[in-house]
């Protein structure tokens, strides 16, 4: 294999497949915040396997621990059963994460990837609470099997499901309306009245920064809001930081600074350090009610990533490494107003925080045609929203200066190539 | 780690946490058909990662190439991006698998899971149709994520839903009343007849033989029925070779030799050869109907997985592999029979096909207490069944004579040293 | 109005009107088993309101008593307030009907309609039980609201729901495989077994013999069975006796020769006497555990239902009147038989029991044909069964033999008009 | 029965009875606004059967046309045959009610109470769009069978369901969280917003002014949005008239001054005009694609009520009924307002509209205690809201001044009474 050529996925690979489409190119090597493809072109990552590679391709620290445990016959699939390497992970997770910020939860593997724990907390909540009902947000996005997905926002997401979506209560989220109206308020009162037709829920899940939904980030007031209202009514609080955990937005977990305590968090992606399939769902002991087995699979045990999320800790032992992602994230932020600023024509507005920022732009197909531009220069870029009105910037949190500028060039470059070209609409 | 000590697992992990409590030692090396503790004792695997591990822990070739790819900055995460890796596996896949046996199918990556390829295939068949119901069979065994669960039939795993679980129709699997009673003849009954109150659904799922439920194998007669009155209602027929397929029961799919022709085709466990996380679902190409993105996930790019999950595929390009599985099974078989004839006090009836055959005993518990005498004796053995009533043996495809024997041996063993003490209880 | 001219329903009524189409003419007169239209044309009644109208129409006791009522400024309307028509009611069911069967039952008013109970009782078994599922048989049918809906089996009639109808699992009603089947050999085992992914439900409902799913009778011991298996389960046995009961099966209660004891018992159509709607749910009075108002509605308090409800009950007081309806079933019964002999070509079987009788024709369309000769002729008689295959006699029980004979003429004449014409289809 | 003795209905009628409880006597006797128990004691009815009494008691002119009806032989009971009195009625609905105001309607008789046409109403709905959800408003109340109680938000009621009440999303009905906020904002943006969870429905069913959820009277502007909401999005628009309607707010239908066109009405109660069962669905003829009998009942030919229906008609034949109605409505109105001035203890707010207001107080418990108190000196009055926090007064439309200053000096007295005793609560 010698050249891009797609025909072998054109052929053989279901209609499904949808980023191969975006970033038409045969990829086989990385290495930090690079790509290569077969034919040797090289790409800057700003997507990092949508929030699965916060620590870049390969790391090597990683890359060795995980060479060394597969040639001493590390055993490599173990489901639930105790192993050396997971008790590692564990020992290590509770040293480096859960203790220093105070936090005691009971640690669960549901499975190895964001939807699994996510099914696993709204399971869990209904059980300990023998209700039915949960509240999810407009905009969020929580995992595509039926459980996760009755919990998520988008409409064409949720059709795939061929049956109705029920058991949920879709609330607005922070800002839903417009910036002035307090959603909580509106949301409070169903709660409140008994004749509001909204039953007191099992739990309200949500994310902290809505990553699919849009880079929408949520007020810290407005989620310290949430978690009042779960206390008052005795309501699960679940906060799902698969995307927006592991620093992505500046901080281990992404809720840290709002200085709220989610009875149950879900995380996967990026725990696993090197892109490996891995998923933890963790619980206030209090809430820790499962039966043995209550929920099982069968990749719970997957050895090769406890090896890899055990050294990704150590980016956690000191905090030079969340003053780094804050560092650069202010430079994010500051690229990315100017652009707002330089190019009025794209009537952008920047959204999120830490390394989970974008701009939204009121001229439709705009955030596309940007990311297209800027695949053709070399960088790899999504778009989100319910219109993918949002381009967005997700590098590796250990990302170094010159790979950022380098991002921000092209990105620059790719506005420029449109606007002239591009008459904005008026919205 | 130099002992057994299991409380750093007590202490943090989950109560959902079950295969360490069954088997309570910390394994950390594994080869073949044997795993070691940490304290170096060796155990035969018969459990072989409920089916993940056809092939025994860390095949040599397998582990070879991955640690080659690792080695060289394979990409190791690429979301559905082409990448080299991919590409070779779906080419072996098409070369090895699907050509030989005249079989035309559309390679979809659902997430790496077993749940994740049924879910996607209960949502195409409800979008191929349009239809919302679903027919699956008593002790169906798919997964724990709310579609999958749905058509599961375990009532303890079902209540785990905290839900009702809906959109689908359980019918009796083969033999379910008993051994006379044709099944089918209730179930075409209630698609016939216009007034039975079930719909004509959009799909069959089923396993050709059930693992989890008790290790029920339908009749190849049965299965061809099935077949038929799918085909004579327009339903699409589902079958979830999740544990069946990938050779366990002595042929690459599970249903070869019932010679009939799924629409849809749920594989993982063993797919990805050395335990990694992978799944496929293979589609009828005419059923191909998915909008780009409509079904995602993560991990769908475990490269790891694809690299090990091609060099696996070389035990199927020829067919000495399949011979040997055969004449083992027949051993396995030989070996069953005899001990349910020379142990009349276990109340014993062997169930299954392949490698995956086990005995059901009558007496109350008896299971259950074979396998913890036989895990004592240094061999992981699991139960099945909706009373955990079936000992089941799941050995690694490539287990050699010795290590066939040796299993075999404290079987016998467990079972002599229970029989004398524990009475038959009458049914 | 002096022409049996329909313009005006053409032109007002909603494209839902059904029998006005089947029996075109503008009635506007009945007294006992006879009605007739504007025109004057008199026609005999083998429908009797589907049931509703077991004491023929407008008996004229029944009618003084109105009028009297009515002449006396008697409260018409009362929601659930006490009544004095009310209690005479409560008080003479008791006495003629509970009492002397030795039955105990605490009686429910839920509205004036079949629906209304059947939707009360269904919300009281699962309260009961705290058990969503409910188990229905095919071809019951129990009514058009959503929850009635959802137990009835007719899939024209359940389509028309707009959504899919759930918590609710069908068993084989007696008979309905073929007549040597056990269908509650097949239903125990779901119950028994762990993994059938049935649950235990709240309630088993059902009417002993079916009216609108097909004239099916079930057998005396089939109901005992069922009644048994609801015990040893802690199931609730629901009789839907809308339409068999109050007499229609040869005793007031059409279960009362199988000597079961249900839980809970759905009467309406003719318990009214006069065709005025009511309904009663009678409930064993541990399971009595309504919160005051948990169901309600407006028409809870039609006393001029209770009215001639209650002089209605006059007709139970000696055993003259369950005897002669005997008498005249059996007439009935060899009238059919008489049929189905003399005409093979009707290729008929004659099904049901007591006054709720009827011919199976294999013959596609004849019993459609047959109900439009005789509506021809002067009679009016109903078609059911999931394809119509069923043509139905549902006489008055109050009707004489002359009546009946008249009717028996016309219905020979008409299938004689039609055998000539009409080649059998061989099925 | 010569005492107010209620032993026959303790005993005997299930624990569900309700308004007998508040109301302890047993009444035998009525007339226009009064109603008389077994003890000869007067009261005045400030209920109105809930709404089914809007002309009062037993109105002479319908009262003669019932008993010369029965008197001849009036066919009584017609499942939905072609009848001569039901042609009457369609016609002078038709003349009286619909042409005048401009209005073109199906009108399908769908089983003869409130939650018939309800359940009639949201099938079409759904059978019209294919789509499975429907808005309902917080407070809204529609029925009791598992159809209309899905729509209906107290949650006392709803979890008399005994399972999870689906494909609803309840809104905000208008000024639900305080009198600024204007609720379609909202409702607008989770329609608007492709990622809001919220999909577009099949309809929005709502009260003009909410009955039972508290006398809640939405402003005319706020059902024009409503109005064009539904026309912007392609969604019906079903206006629950049961209790609202036949001149309850001053005009036949709700909702004639707020100028609006609903695609389907519901109306019940009153539209019989005696108190009969009786219910119509109106339809916009375009949306009338029922198939024959999609959805039936056996009492949708209640003759009796076409009779006493067609003469109520009558009172709309010119427009002094209206006017009457409204001169009475201001004095309600003013003599409310008052109390609410003089008594400021009650901290008291006037809702409703028409013949359908009341008082909300903040003083908890206070309403019930007026209802009593009222009832202890002759006076029938029901309390309504989410914590039955309002109690209204729901006099016949007919009734004179005498009768209603009458109602008044007794509710005035009650709360005196009252108001000495009770120290009002700060909320």
């Known amino acids: ?20 489409r975006s970033f038409p190119a045969i990829f086989n090597k990385a290495k930090g915040y690079k790509l290569w493809d077969v034919e040797g072109n090289e790409y800057i990552d700003f997507f990092s396997g949508a929030g699965a590679l916060n620590y870049g391709h390969n790391d090597p620290k990683m890359k060795a621990k995980l060479v060394d445990y597969i040639l001493n016959d590390g055993i490599a699939h173990s489901l639930d059963k105790a192993t050396a390497a997971k008790a590692e992970f564990l020992e290590k997770f509770n040293n480096v994460i859960l203790k220093p910020r105070n936090m005691e939860y009971k640690v669960m593997f549901p499975g190895p990837t964001g939807t699994n724990t996510v099914e696993s907390a709204l399971k869990l909540a209904r059980k300990v609470t023998g209700r039915t009902d949960v509240i999810s947000f407009t905009n969020g996005f929580h995992g595509m099997t039926i459980g996760s997905l009755s919990v998520t926002g988008n409409s064409f997401k949720r059709k795939g499901a061929g049956i109705p979506l029920q058991h949920v209560v879709t609330m607005p989220y922070d800002s839903f309306v ?14 409140e009245d008994n004749g509001s037709g909204v039953e ?44 927006a955990g592991v620093g992505r937005t500046g901080t281990f977990f992404s809720f840290e600074k709002a200085g709220i305590t989610p009875d149950i968090i879900c995380l996967s992606k990026s725990i696993g350090g090197y892109g490996l399939p891995l998923a933890l769902t963790l619980i206030n002991p209090k809430y820790d009610i499962w039966e043995p087995g209550e929920h099982n699979g069968t990749f719970r045990g997957n050895n090769l ?65 940007i990311a297209k531009a800027a695949f053709e220069r070399g960088l790899i870029m999504e ?45």
């Open 1 to 20: 294999m010698e050249t891009n050529n797609l025909s072998i996925f054109n052929e053989l690979e279901s209609e499904v497949r949808s980023y191969c």
């Open 178 to 191: 417009n910036d002035e109206l307090d959603t909580l308020e509106y949301l409070e009162r169903f709660l």
């Open 305 to 369: 990533a406890f090896v890899t999320a055990t050294e990704a800790l150590t980016y956690w032992e000191t905090d030079s490494f969340e003053k780094s992602i804050q560092e650069k994230s202010d430079k994010i932020t500051e690229f990315l107003v100017g652009l707002t600023v330089k190019y009025p024509q794209i009537k952008g507005t920047v959204r999120g925080r830490g390394f989970m920022q974008g701009i939204a732009t009121e001229v439709d197909g705009l955030a596309s045609d």
């Open 383 to 427: 778009t989100a929203g319910p219109e993918d009105e949002v381009f967005k910037l997700f590098p590796a949190l250990t990302i170094d200066n010159e790979g950022l500028e380098k991002g921000f060039a092209i990105i620059e470059e790719s506005i420029k190539s449109l606007v002239n070209e591009k008459e904005p609409v008026s919205s």
């Open 200 to 243: 007191i829920p099992a739990a309200m899940i949500l994310e902290t920064v809505q990553g699919e939904g849009g880079i929408n980030a949520a007020r810290f007031e407005w989620l310290q809001k949430v978690e009042s209202i779960c206390r008052r009514f005795g309501i699960l609080l679940i906060v799902d930081d698969v995307q």
